[in-house]
């Protein structure tokens, strides 16, 4: 009901066919018009309809596990890695930075800050996706569209699940569960990032550190197979500021799709650049306890 024929006189099977090859190729509109047979400006407009339509019902493709399920992913979490996996997680955390067009400049009155942000340190336009997988590289949770000059801790205090972990993790997480990430995020009972390596890490601090990595890679592995099955996403030649983030999440979606019906994707992991936080300003008195309190048992 969400899509239909009515605004585009093309069937819905057909649009829902050029907006997946829209999404998995990087071919402009001329090139897919000609493709599908169709006019430039109705490929355009299937895509925008798609990218309305999966935005909508994403709360129905990535959802957020409680009460058994999320149980359940914390055990398949501890089976995927065996004696060397990290307790009690219930979803990986990183941030993914997908490449742009030099911001817009072109066509919109973008004021040059604002262009500016959308760069990152190395002067390349980009925007953020944030991602939380599941044991099944599953998207439980996603926050897309960022500039790319964003650190990854504000990003997450910015997003709704970032606030929720931070200020009540009760309501997202079983009790004594969190997720975890790397060092670019801020340490809080709901959220295990591994111990700084200043070269005099402790036995016990490399076991976690280890641990930790070993189950954290799932995020990694997840962004590679997003990426690598929607080539859209190596570069988005879009104009508008924001269809960027749309495609994004229409993209986390359809990955879920593929994923629930078991139609894997094999491709390298995408390792990201870690900006570690310069100060433990943020971390709360309460996760530090309880990182050393699994820091302890880890080492038993």
């Not at 001329?30 to 493709?35: D, F, K, L, T």
């Not at 606030?163 to 009760?170: A, C, L, S, T, V």
């Not at 709360?284 to 048992?297: F, Q, T, V, Y």
């Amino acid at each position: 009901p969400i899509l239909s024929s009515k605004s585009v006189k093309i069937n819905v099977e057909k649009q829902v066919l050029l907006f997946i090859w829209f999404m998995a190729n990087c071919e402009t509109h001329r090139q897919i018009s000609n493709r599908f047979n169709v006019a430039e400006s109705t490929s355009h407009a299937i895509v925008e309809n798609c990218l309305l339509a999966f935005n909508e019902i994403a709360g129905k493709l990535i959802v957020w596990p409680s009460g058994q399920t999320a149980l359940n992913n914390v055990k398949q979490f501890d089976r995927l890695r065996g004696d060397d996996s990290f307790p009690n997680v219930v979803g990986c955390i990183d941030g993914c930075h997908v490449n742009i067009l030099y911001p817009w400049e072109k066509r919109t009155k973008m004021p040059k800050l604002d262009r500016n942000m959308f760069c990152n340190r190395k002067q390349v336009p980009n925007i953020i996706l944030q991602g939380i997988v599941d044991a099944n590289l599953m998207f439980i949770d996603i926050f897309a569209g960022w500039p790319g000059r964003s650190h990854d801790a504000r990003v997450y205090r910015c997003s709704k699940i970032g606030q929720k972990i931070i200020n009540d993790p009760e309501s997202v997480l079983p009790p004594s569960c969190h997720i975890i990430g790397d060092g670019a995020y801020p340490l809080s009972e709901g959220l295990m990032i591994p111990f700084k390596d200043n070269g005099h890490l402790t036995r016990e601090q490399k076991i976690f550190n280890k641990k930790l990595s070993s189950s954290r890679i799932l995020i990694e592995q997840a962004f590679g197979k997003l990426i690598g099955r929607f080539r859209k996403l190596k570069h988005m030649d879009i104009y508008k500021k924001d269809l960027c983030g749309k495609i994004v999440t229409a993209a986390c979606c359809l990955h879920n799709v593929c994923m629930s019906v078991k139609d894997n994707f094999d491709c390298d992991p995408i390792s990201t650049e870690i900006n570690f936080l310069e100060s433990n300003e943020e971390e709360a008195i309460s996760g530090l306890e309880k990182r050393n309190m699994l820091c302890h048992l880890l080492s038993i």
